[in-house]
């Protein structure tokens, strides 16, 4: 026994694979591809970091630095090599009012106690709950998540010496739709001609090369801000070391902590899907906590796993570390030597990837199934989609979850039922054969089988087909047992599986204190103690 623990013990504290390559191999194509698919995924990471840091409120070099450093350290440490991560619009929406009532130093603060947290949730191996989450809530995340990456493209659609308040003129829309038009099309065709160049990259730079050349005046990266900056330094965050500070960033960072996991976790698990590949989710907290505390301190404002940037990724080939870790670098690279060049790209190009993002990412199939599903699936796909796009990302799971779970509760209160006959082994004896599981949804139900003045003086209760769950059906068992006591009446329990007897001898039902847990060869009947729940 001491050695089996010990041997479940140190399986739990393996090393994680933290290899660059995984099982793909090295080969100059293999690491020309990764490096490629890196490029491609920097090139569409600087306009969302700037973007979503206009949203929290803050600098984009705050917004730069964070896609930097935490999609750096997630693609050297994370538990999926191939996922993208960075500042992410979850988030920022989460830190607009932290940055609004207390100062960007306050955000800081939260994003390091933010990482902290994850880093606990990793530690503790609750992100092995994310297989809680049904499959129906996955279509749904990923059907929302894909219409908020296409209305966030719309914003590029607004002329920025308006502030981003007006729409571009007649004829400035008409280019601007064109050359969208143009990328897609290049995405779409290129792989049909040549697999060396990423699709998403030859479409980002055939198009800004035609741009550049003909000198159309249309939005480019440089018109929403300026990318160029240094080095990101190590910065304490300033606010007060106190409970008082605790108070005001606790909140946010639970949150944004969160929020954080939630996303990345289920990215985990579609990109899991596409490349066939099992990925290590307590891994993935612990490596995103460490890549917010480390944010934190230098000055970025935090991020998860990007669905989108993760898309491109693994559609433009991306298997293993390296592109991570080369999206990362390139970023960099783009901020403290290559802003000039950066900043020429137009935005229609890299509108027209996303867009390709969003067309690869919506679950087209969910459309067809609707009808063939249950109800209540398909209920749920809907309703997770909408709540996605109306509010976040973290509530729709949950809302997505909690409907899940009471339908399946519902589901299983139904089943639960009885079939009675006379006692082979018992003379005049009524046996009550239960089905289904006993819990709080079919409590009520299953108090109501039994016939308490028309039954004979002995009853045996039968939980073969059943199993006994919860403190409701504890409180279910003794009712039944008292309402036959108060009758005159006694009544044993037969067949209690292992987890039901000990349940039952925990709260002190029974009254046999036996070790026997008879594998349905010997029946051991058990007797019924009262009063031990109370009625209320």
């Not at 830190?95 to 603060?109: I, Q, R, S």
């Not at 018109?223 to 409970?243: C, K, Q, R, T, Y």
């Not at 802003?339 to 990412?361: H, K, N, Y």
């Not at 082994?425 to 089905?435: F, L, M, N, R």
Request: glycine content about 10%; charged content about 15%.
């Amino acid at each position: 026994m001491k050695r089996a623990a010990l041997a479940n013990f140190a399986k739990n504290i393996s090393p994680p694979n933290l290899s660059i390559m995984q099982d793909e191999g090295w080969s100059v194509s293999r690491v020309r591809t990764e490096l490629l698919s890196g490029l491609t995924v920097a090139l569409a990471l600087v306009p969302e970091a700037v973007a979503f840091a206009f949203v929290a409120g803050v600098h984009p070099l705050v917004g730069l630095y964070a896609a930097f450093m935490v999609g750096l350290i997630t693609a050297l440490f994370g538990g999926r090599p191939g996922m993208i991560s960075g500042a992410t619009g979850a988030l920022a929406v989460v830190m607009v009012a932290l940055v609004a009532d207390h100062g960007v130093e306050y955000l800081f603060a939260t994003v390091v106690l933010m990482g902290i947290l994850q880093i606990i949730a990793g530690v503790m191996q609750w992100g092995k709950f994310i297989r809680l989450v049904p499959h129906p809530v996955m279509l749904g995340f990923v059907n929302g998540l894909a219409i908020v990456i296409f209305l966030a493209q719309l914003t590029q659609f607004k002329d920025p010496a308006s502030g981003g308040s007006e729409w571009l003129s007649s004829g400035s829309m008409l280019l601007m739709l064109g050359l969208v038009a143009l990328t897609m099309v290049i995405i779409w065709a290129t792989p049909k001609i040549t697999t060396i160049i990423p699709a998403p990259l030859a479409g980002i730079g055939i198009v800004a090369i035609l741009v550049i050349v003909l000198g159309l005046e249309v939005p480019r990266v440089g018109d929403m801000a300026s990318i160029e900056g240094g080095l990101p330094l190590f910065h304490i965050p300033m606010v007060p070391l106190n409970f008082e500070t605790f108070e005001i960033i606790l909140p946010y960072a639970v949150i944004l902590a969160a929020i954080g996991l939630i996303e990345s976790l289920l990215t985990l698990n579609l990109v899991g899907e596409i490349t066939g590949k099992r990925g290590g989710a307590s891994q993935e907290c612990m490596a995103q906590g460490a890549s917010n505390i480390v944010t934190g301190f230098f000055g970025g404002m935090g991020g998860c796993a990007m669905i989108g940037q993760s898309m491109i990724n693994v559609k433009s080939g991306g298997r293993t570390r390296i592109a991570g870790i080369a999206a990362a670098l390139f970023l960099l690279l783009f901020i403290v030597a290559a802003s000039p060049l950066i900043e020429q790209i137009p935005l229609a190009a890299l509108v027209g990837v996303m867009f390709m993002v969003v067309i690869g990412t919506f679950a087209w199939n969910s459309l067809k199934i609707m009808t063939k599903v249950p109800l209540t699936d398909a209920f749920v796909i809907v309703l997770v989609t909408v709540v996605t796009v109306l509010t976040d990302l973290a509530i729709a799971v949950v809302v997505g979850v909690i409907v899940s779970a009471l339908a399946y509760a519902w589901n299983n209160a139904r089943r639960i039922h009885a079939v009675t006959r006379d006692s082979l082994t018992d003379k005049g004896a009524k046996v009550y054969e239960i089905h289904g599981p006993l819990f709080f949804g079919s409590s009520d139900g299953f108090v109501e089988i039994f016939d308490f003045s028309g039954d004979p003086e002995s009853v045996i209760i039968d939980f073969k087909e059943s199993r006994v769950v919860d403190q409701s059906a504890l409180q279910a068992i003794e009712a039944v047992a008292a309402k036959y006591e108060a009758a005159g009446k006694k009544i044993a329990l037969r067949h209690l599986t292992r987890d039901c007897h000990q349940l039952l001898t925990r709260a002190g039902h029974l009254v046999v204190d036996s070790s026997d847990d008879p594998e349905y060869g010997v029946a051991v009947d058990y007797g019924v103690r009262t009063g031990i729940l109370g009625g209320h």
